[in-house]
Structure formats: structure tokens, C-alpha cells
């Protein structure tokens, strides 16, 4: 940085420090205390609404959160009383993008614990541990789980009062950079940071596996205050896992889970049938709203069908068509479904089985994939409540076959009155290639259909490429 932009912003913070202590000495400490709300709260960093969800630019909350972590910082060093105001939220955010390490992060976490003397005698502030509502551990590392994990190095304990947490490990051996809309020759356009594993050095971690330690931890500490959990790529998590999970976190709203482990392997053995803090079956599921899961199996683990329940992810690899018990499974949730986020990678066969058992979907959030067409999309009778249509296109070269090239026929579904509820289409994750797209607006014009094009709009809930 050159030493006259060091300068000017010495300089601003300083007019800011000296503007906020001015504040202090003239307005009442509940109006100061007021402001210092308004100015550092982060509000989409604690929303679990369904829609905000699944549109959430995760770069625009990264941002808001460490600025809103600076202007703590800076505030809380003008004076002590300021100080005193400001660490009512200064750790409701903790936001780790580095491993520092075991011992660092043990260090941390006893720090968290530590009960601290107001200046009043006999009077106790709380922990700061216990002011953290969202924890989020975003880092790269390479080593496999060990028992250090299993609280999150203590910051599970440390932090009892969680309601989101955010645990995103990133293996060095998955590791790659892309920086946004770079190309990989004629392949698909990748956006942000990808996990990939094009080398295998030796020793080297891919990914980990969650241990039933760290499972029931989670189900432990959270059961009154979790409404969202997400645990990355990299990170597995055993399937026989999340059925008592879920039915021990009454607040959870949203799970996302990119990847699940079928099967226990060498720890099959382990497993508990019965956790303790299981609630009745009335209260499992009750808020539960969005299941971000690899497919239809994860729906297994509710015991009963979610009042609330409204979205679901399916990442369909090779499967095709849909499994029996997948169908059933669909089938005892249909009511509630709303929105469906469909990933496609070999075979498109399986979709209009699926968007045929969910007669009151709403919304359909596609991953464009190199020759699908629009025809294999729907089934062939009319769907009357489909509304919205989000393709998150990813090609960065002219693919005649995607979904994108093939917007004609969605226009020729409309007009034979397959979609007649259709009147939204926006298109998430967009490049600059536009092949004949501006040839058929006119046409979603003229069938009264609005087009967004949204570059911010990217399905970080899904798998690969997208974290």
C-alpha cells in the first residue's frame, strides 16, 4: 500500500474515533449503545429464511462480516467505556479463514471460556464465548480427523449459544485456486474456490470423516439454539448420523451436508442406536425448512414428514431413473415441497420422474450440464404450479445441446401450456458468452415472462465445482 493511502486512512480512522467518542459524550448510553447495533450488525449473516438461503451471495456476507468486524475493532479502541458498549458484540461473529493450529486454537477457546469481573463487586460479565451466535471455520488443512476435532479444538463447548454454524474444512490435496471466471480450455467455467484432485501426493488428505464424537457434541451443545448447519465438501458426514441429529436440534431450520457417507466402514460397530436428549417424535423436524443433501436418501432421517419443509437438493450422478425407495421417500414429502435444486451430470432421465411426484413445486434451480435438453426436463402433462425457473449456467463455451442453447424449447413448453404459471426465469452464475439468448427474449416478452440475469446467484449448495 503507498505510504499517502496508509496516511489517508490513518487519518479517517482517527476522524472516526475522534466523531465516536465526541457521540459518547453527549447522547444517552442506551441511544450510543443503539447506534453501535445499527452500525456493525450483519443481519444476512443470521438469516435462515428459505429464500434468503438459497439466494445468499456468500462473497457479499463474507464482506459485510469482516467489515463489520473492523468497524468493532476500530470502535472499541477510542475509550474504555466505548469499549465496554462495542463488546457486547464483538465475538457474536467468529470467522476463521486460516488454521493456526491445534494448540492456537485450544488457546482460543479456554480464552472464549474465561469468566470475566465487571469493575462493580460481585458483578459477573458473561464469557465472551457465550456471545457467539454464529461460528464459522473456513480453512485449508491436511491432516485426517483425530479427537481434537471432535469439539472443534473446544470451541463447541466454549460457545454454547451457537445458531449457526459453519464448518468448511478445506483438504490440501482437494485444494485449487480459480479466480473468478477463469476457463479451463473448453471446459466449464469454475467461479470462486474449487476443490479439486488432479495430482495425489503421497500422504495426502482428500477429505475427513465426522466422528460420532463430534455428531453428538454438536446435538449436545446446539439442542436449544441451532437453526443452521452446513459441513463442506470435504467433510463427511456418516449418513447413520443424521437421523439422530435431526431429531435432537428442535430449532434446526437448514442442514447441508455435500456430502454424505453411506456407510460406517471399519466404525460400523460404534454407533449408538439411542442418543440421549432425543426428542418425542411430535418435536423432531418441526422447523426444519431447506435439506441441502447429496440425494433423496438424506430424507430418510426424518422420521416423519417436516411441516416446514420446503426445499430439497438432489445431485444425481449416475443414477437414472429414480430408485423405488427414493420415489417413496419423495412421495411422503410432495405436500410440503416447494422449491428443487436438481444437479445433473451423466443423465437427465430421472428429472420429470421426480418434478412429476412434486405437483406443488414452485421454483426449479437447475446446473446446466453439456447435452440436456429442455424436452427431458418436464414430463410431458402440464405442470400447473411451477413459477420460477433458475439455470446456473456454468459452460464457458457455445454448448448447442445445454439447457441455455436449447432456450427455444422451454419458450415452445410455455406456449403448448405445459407451464402456464410460468413467468419468472433468471440465470445464476452467468458468463459472457450469450450465443442466440437475446434471439428468444423477445419471446419470453411477449408470454408476459420477466428474465433476471444474476451473476451473484451461484448454487454453493451443490457439489463440485462450487463451494
Known amino acids: ?30 441511544l450510543v449503545r443503539y ?21 445468499e451471495d456468500r462473497t457479499r456476507t463474507r464482506r459485510e462480516i469482516v467489515e463489520s468486524l473492523r468497524t468493532k ?48 463487586p460481585r458483578q459477573r460479565i458473561r464469557p465472551r464465548g457465550e456471545r457467539v451466535r454464529r461460528l464459522e471455520l473456513d480453512f485449508r488443512v491436511n491432516s485426517p480427523w483425530t479427537t481434537s476435532w471432535d469439539s472443534l ?32 480450455g473448453d471446459g466449464p467455467l469454475f467461479h470462486g474456490r474449487d476443490c479439486l484432485g488432479f495430482d495425489h501426493p503421497s500422504g495426502a488428505v482428500y477429505s475427513v470423516t465426522c466422528s460420532e464424537v463430534f455428531a453428538r457434541t454438536v446435538t449436545k451443545k446446539y439442542c436449544g439454539t441451532l437453526r443452521r448447519l452446513e459441513l463442506a465438501q470435504s467433510c463427511e458426514l456418516p449418513e447413520p448420523y443424521l437421523q439422530p441429529m435431526l431429531s435432537g436440534l428442535p430449532n434446526l431450520e437448514v442442514i447441508r451436508s455435500a456430502h454424505l457417507q453411506v456407510s460406517l466402514g471399519h466404525n460400523s460397530s460404534s454407533i449408538t442406536t439411542n442418543w440421549s436428549g432425543t426428542l418425542p417424535l411430535p418435536q423432531q423436524g418441526q422447523q426444519l425448512h431447506t435439506l441441502l ?7 430418510k432421517a426424518l422420521r416423519q414428514p417436516s411441516p416446514q419443509l420446503r426445499h430439497l437438493s438432489i445431485l444425481n450422478g449416475r443414477v437414472s431413473p429414480v430408485r423405488s425407495g427414493d420415489r417413496d421417500l419423495l412421495r411422503q414429502h410432495a405436500a410440503t415441497i416447494v422449491s428443487l435444486y436438481y ?14 411426484i412434486l405437483p406443488n413445486l414452485e421454483h426449479l434451480r437447475l446446473l446446466d450440464w453439456p447435452k440436456a435438453r429442455w424436452n427431458n426436463v418436464f ?42 404459471k410460468l413467468d419468472k426465469i433468471r440465470l445464476g452464475a452467468c458468463d459472457h458468452h450469450r450465443g442466440g ?10 408470454l408476459g415472462i420477466t428474465i433476471e440475469e444474476r451473476e451473484d446467484l451461484r448454487p454453493w449448495y451443490g457439489s463440485f465445482p462450487y463451494r
Open 153 to 184: 479444538w473446544g470451541l463447541l463447548p466454549a460457545c454454547p449459544n451457537v445458531e449457526l454454524l459453519i464448518f468448511q474444512p478445506v483438504c490440501q490435496a482437494w485444494m485449487l485456486e480459480w479466480s473468478l471466471g477463469v476457463r479451463n
Open 73 to 120: 475493532r476500530s470502535l472499541s479502541l477510542v475509550s474504555k467505556s466505548l469499549h465496554i458498549l462495542v463488546d457486547e458484540y464483538m465475538h457474536e461473529i467468529i470467522l476463521l479463514t486460516r488454521f493456526p493450529g491445534c494448540t492456537a486454537l485450544q488457546l482460543f477457546a479456554s480464552f472464549l471460556r474465561t469468566t470475566r469481573r465487571h469493575h462493580t
Open 343 to 356: 444437479q445433473e451430470f451423466d443423465c437427465e432421465e430421472s428429472l420429470p420422474g421426480i418434478i412429476d
Open 379 to 420: 414430463p410431458p402433462q402440464i405442470h400447473p404450479n411451477l413459477r420460477t425457473v433458475t439455470l446456473f449456467r456454468t459452460l464457458s463455451h457455445s454448448q448447442e445441446n445445454s439447457l441455455f442453447g436449447q432456450m427455444s424449447q422451454l419458450v415452445k413448453a410455455v406456449e403448448e401450456g405445459r407451464l402456464p
Open 35 to 55: 447506534i453501535i447495533r445499527l452500525a456493525t450488525d450483519v443481519p444476512i449473516a443470521f438469516d435462515t429464511r428459505h429464500e434468503s438461503v438459497m439466494d
Open 437 to 446: 439468448w437475446d434471439d428468444v427474449q423477445p419471446a419470453f416478452a411477449r
Open 1 to 30: 500500500m503507498p505510504l499517502s493511502a496508509v496516511h489517508t486512512h490513518r487519518h479517517r480512522l482517527r476522524h472516526a474515533q475522534q466523531g465516536a467518542a465526541s457521540l459518547q459524550d453527549t447522547l444517552p448510553v442506551e
Open 293 to 299: 443433501l447429496q440425494s433423496t436418501r438424506g430424507l
